[in-house]
C-alpha cells in the first residue's frame, strides 16, 4: 500500500525558513516522481515543485523559484522541501504526491507565516 | 502557462441526478508522446486531494464506475452518472502536459 507521510511544518516568521519533509512508503521510491502541492486556507490547488525519478531534473513553479529547493533522500525513501525566506502568502497545506500526475497523496503538512 | 478555467464553480445537485463539470485549457493538452495528461482530482470536506481520472478517461483503482471522463484537445468533462451523498465536495482538473503544472479553480459540489 502506497503512503506518503508529511512533517515539518509549524508557525514561522516572514523571512524564515523551514523543511518540509514526505516519507514514502510502499512502493519503488527512487523511480518515481516526486512532487509538492500546496493549498492555501480556503483556496484551489498549486503545483510547487517536482522531483524526477530516474533523472535529477528538478521543476519549480516561478512563486518560489529562488527560494524553495527540492531534494530527496533515495536511501530514506523520503523527499524534502526547504523553504527559505518565507512569506505571508506561502502559508498553506502542503502535500506531496507520487508519479507525475499526482496518483498518491499525502495528509498534508501546515505551514504557517506569520509574525 | 496553461490555464484551465472550469465551470461551473458552484454544483448543487438531487441525489440520484447526473452532473457534469466542464474544464477548458488555454492550449491543445496533447503531449508531443501523443498523450493528453488531463486528471481530474476530488478533494472531500477535511481530506487530501484524491485522483480519480487520468489521461482523460482512465479511472483509479477503487473509483466507482458512476465517474466517467472524456474530452479532447482543449475540452473536458467529467461525469457523474448518479450523484451519492459521499460525491460532496471539490473537484479539480489539471494539465501534466507542460511545464508548470496548472489546476482549474475548482468546482464545489453540494447536494440540494
Known amino acids: 500500500e502506497v503512503q506518503l507521510l508529511e512533517s515539518g511544518g509549524g508557525l514561522v516568521q516572514p523571512g524564515g525558513s523551514l523543511r518540509l519533509s514526505c516519507a514514502a512508503s510502499?512502493?519503488?521510491?527512487?523511480?518515481?516522481?516526486m512532487t509538492w502541492v500546496r493549498q492555501a486556507p480556503g483556496k484551489g490547488l498549486e503545483w510547487v515543485s517536482t522531483?524526477?525519478?530516474?533523472?535529477?531534473?528538478?521543476y519549480y513553479a516561478d512563486s518560489v523559484k529562488g527560494r524553495f529547493t527540492i531534494s530527496r533522500d533515495n536511501s530514506a525513501n523520503t523527499l524534502y522541501l526547504q523553504m527559505n525566506s518565507l512569506r505571508v502568502d506561502d502559508t498553506a497545506i502542503y502535500y506531496c504526491?507520487?508519479?507525475?500526475?499526482?496518483?498518491?497523496w499525502g495528509q498534508g503538512t501546515l505551514v504557517t507565516v506569520s509574525s | 502557462d496553461i490555464v484551465m478555467t472550469q465551470s461551473p464553480l458552484s454544483l448543487p445537485v438531487t441525489l440520484g441526478q447526473p452532473a457534469s463539470i466542464s474544464c477548458r485549457s488555454s492550449q491543445s493538452l496533447v503531449h508531443s508522446d501523443g498523450n493528453i495528461y488531463l486528471n481530474w482530482f476530488q478533494q472531500r470536506p477535511g481530506q487530501s486531494p484524491r485522483r480519480l481520472i487520468y489521461?482523460?478517461?482512465n479511472r483509479d483503482s477503487g473509483v466507482p464506475d458512476r465517474f466517467s471522463g472524456s474530452g479532447s484537445d482543449t475540452d473536458f468533462t467529467l461525469k457523474i452518472s448518479r450523484v451519492e451523498a459521499e460525491d460532496v465536495g471539490v473537484y479539480y482538473c489539471?494539465?501534466?502536459?507542460?511545464?508548470?503544472?496548472?489546476f482549474g479553480q475548482g468546482t464545489k459540489v453540494e447536494i440540494k
Open positions: 510502499g512502493f519503488t521510491f527512487r523511480s518515481s516522481p
Open positions: 489539471m494539465q501534466g502536459t507542460q511545464w508548470p503544472r496548472t
Open positions: 522531483f524526477s525519478g530516474t533523472t535529477s531534473n528538478t
Open positions: 504526491a507520487k508519479d507525475w500526475n499526482f496518483g498518491y
Open positions: 489521461e482523460v478517461s
